[in-house]
């Protein structure tokens, strides 16, 4: 199994196939409208807005698992996400990231890297307070919080994971290898 082997839902319910975004750099990231790290938005469209025509794509997945940071329908997610940020990129359905009812597409990043790229003691020192907040399942590759990205590239391998106190400027060194520029 690949990663374009998944079908997802988009906010308005209508199938969205992952073999859709072959050949494209993904951002694939849960995020919630109510947390503290909902400000990376404004990182992720500015990224968006620079390298979408080079081959970026953001998937975005609201996540309502992290101390109920993600409340309301989509529609209300993403007009919140559009009038707050200007986000030009789209939102999928509302997404478990943890647990029984987890998202396969989020199952198959967990199971290709495990645990989250920190950058600075700052960060490594929140990322600490993060997971004791965090409702452990025990399962591989658990999410620990809200705003953890994944980085895929061209070709569809899941080549980076990076933790919600990492700014998504901080692995655009990264996007700019992927895309080849």
């Not at 790229?117 to 919080?145: C, D, P, Q, R, Y």
Request: charged content about 30%.
């Amino acid at each position: 199994m690949n990663i374009y082997d998944f079908e997802l839902k988009n906010r308005d319910g209508k199938s969205v196939k992952m073999s859709d975004f072959k050949g494209k750099v993904l951002i694939i990231v849960n995020t919630a409208t109510g947390c503290g790290f909902t400000p990376q938005y404004e990182g992720l469209e500015n990224l968006y807005k620079k390298y979408h025509e080079k081959g970026l794509e953001i998937l975005d997945f609201p996540c309502d698992q992290f101390g109920h940071q993600a409340p309301g329908t989509d529609d209300e997610i993403h007009n919140f996400c559009v009038l707050k940020y200007n986000t030009t990129f789209d939102q999928l359905a509302k997404t478990e990231v943890n647990g029984d009812k987890t998202e396969p597409l989020w199952t198959f990043l967990k199971e290709k890297i495990e645990d989250d790229e920190i950058k600075g003691a700052k960060n490594k020192l929140a990322m600490v307070a993060i997971s004791k907040l965090a409702k452990k399942t025990g399962e591989k590759g658990f999410i620990k919080w809200n705003f953890t990205k994944f980085l895929v590239d061209k070709e569809g391998n899941v080549i980076g994971r990076f933790s919600p106190t990492m700014k998504p400027e901080e692995f655009e060194d990264k996007i700019i290898s992927a895309l080849d520029l």
